[in-house]
């Protein structure tokens, strides 16, 4: 790979530490002290990793749309970042417990498919009344409800859940779930793969070996899955270094992530920060180079880096656009999982504001599908404002009441 960038040294950034993490040559400790780079250092990693963009993926800023359909907030597990899990009908109104019947997720899927989406992306809390046959009931009536849509859906904790449930080996649940219409996995539960951080985060999830299998599962069977990062609560830049090794291995072992998703911890709701035993977020350096090092430590193994506008906002995606990533995700509608957290973004993408915030970068916006093909006769931002009508009448149409 050539960087436009001089030999030697670089902002005390050495170039052939840059290469030699784009070569997947660079262990732990090499990759941590990069997230430590200011100014001149940090720059210079970010106008690498943004060259590495430009000759993986062209400038083409590709996006999905799709519809978030979180069908219950219902959850036994007790992850000390969550804000968006709920016991009792206690919480208050806005907070209120919720399950969705499978007519509503049908309805849902119905709506996003007319008005433009391509995918549906269902995940939800553990609810206690759930087993392996509710996931496949959900999963059929996404699938009956329009069979073209794309089913995204289903964490690892979530699939491990159904399997355990039903009894079954996680593979052979995951066969059941492709064969009613499942085609990829969102790559989530992840937080921090560090069973050190995981202790102390989410003590009664999945350990990063369990996680690892689920995924190493589902690309097995042939379900892709995305790879995500939860960073700035408990972790430190060798955790970070860490994960990305451990993403990168996996993915040279089966080919199967599709992207790679850096989410920086929202903090303001988050009992973990509330009672002050984590971080508020990672800061604006943090968030950029984080999108930055992963476009170069996984470069030659996962060539989409996606820049969650849902997390970062559209100025903060578009700063992260021009530090290597390529990708802003899906034009979501019913995000309430960061919108619990506190994030002020969540709903919609406002896709013409963030197409003006580009231009003069010219980096045109590009629909794809979920595995990132391209589609023709993709709708331009002028064409997705039916999106942005369903979102008004979501604010009043929320999830039933348990
Ligand atoms: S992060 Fe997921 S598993 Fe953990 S408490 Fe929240 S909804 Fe439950």
């Keep these: 790979m050539a960087a436009p960038l001089p030999a030697g040294r670089c902002g005390h950034v050495r170039l052939a530490a840059l290469d030699a993490a784009a070569a997947g040559r660079a262990g732990e400790s090499e990759i941590a002290a990069l997230f430590a780079a200011r100014g001149d250092a940090a720059r210079a990693i970010i106008a690498y990793a943004d060259e590495l963009r430009r000759a993986v993926c062209g400038d083409a800023v590709t996006y999905v749309v799709n519809r978030n359909i979180n069908y219950t907030n219902i959850c036994t597990y007790h992850c000390s970042f969550c804000a968006f ?14 399950r969705l019947s ?20 269902l995940q939800g809390g553990i609810h206690p009344a759930y087993h392996g046959d509710t996931y496949r009931e959900i999963c059929r009536a996404a699938k009956t409800a329009h069979p073209a849509i ?9 699939i491990t859940h159904g399997a355990t449930t039903l009894g079954l080996p996680v593979t052979d649940f995951l066969r059941l779930l492709q064969a009613d219409g499942l085609a990829s996995l969102p790559g ?3 937080e921090i793969l560090c069973d050190d951080v995981r202790a102390r985060l989410c003590p009664d999830k999945l350990s990063t070996r369990e996680w690892l299998a689920v995924i190493r599962a589902a690309h097995g069977v042939g379900l892709p899955t995305t790879a995500t990062i939860m960073f700035g609560h408990l972790d430190r830049y060798d955790h970070w270094a860490q994960h990305l090794l451990i993403v990168r291995r996996l993915q040279e072992e089966t080919g199967g992530f599709t992207e790679f998703v850096p989410l920086p911890f929202v903090s303001m709701q988050a009992p973990i920060f509330v009672r002050g035993a984590a971080r508020a977020g990672p800061t604006w350096r943090e968030c950029v180079l984080m999108h930055a090092i992963a476009r170069i430590a996984l470069h030659g193994a996962i060539g989409n880096i996606q820049a969650s506008w849902v997390k970062l906002g559209v100025g903060g995606a578009s700063a992260c656009l021009a530090a290597g990533a390529n990708d802003i995700g899906g ?45 023709r006769g993709a709708p331009g931002c002028e064409d997705l404002s039916a999106l942005r009508a369903m979102r008004g009448r979501e604010v009043q149409s929320s999830g039933r009441p348990t």
Aim: a positive charge; charged letters at 20%; proline letters at 3%.
């Design 150 to 158: 794309h089913i995204h859906a289903f964490s690892p904790l979530e």
């Design 331 to 375: 034009v979501l509608m019913n995000e309430s999982i960061s919108r619990a957290a506190g994030a002020a973004h969540g709903q919609s993408l406002d896709v013409a504001a963030l197409s003006a915030s580009l231009a003069h970068a010219a980096r045109p916006l590009t629909q794809r599908t979920t595995l990132y093909g391209r589609l």
């Design 102 to 121: 499978a007519e509503e997720i049908a309805r849902r899927v119905q709506e996003a498919a007319a008005a433009g989406a391509t995918e549906v992306c």
């Design 188 to 190: 989530t539960a992840a």
């Design 85 to 98: 899990s709920k016991t009792s009908a206690k919480a208050g109104l806005r907070d209120a417990p919720y």
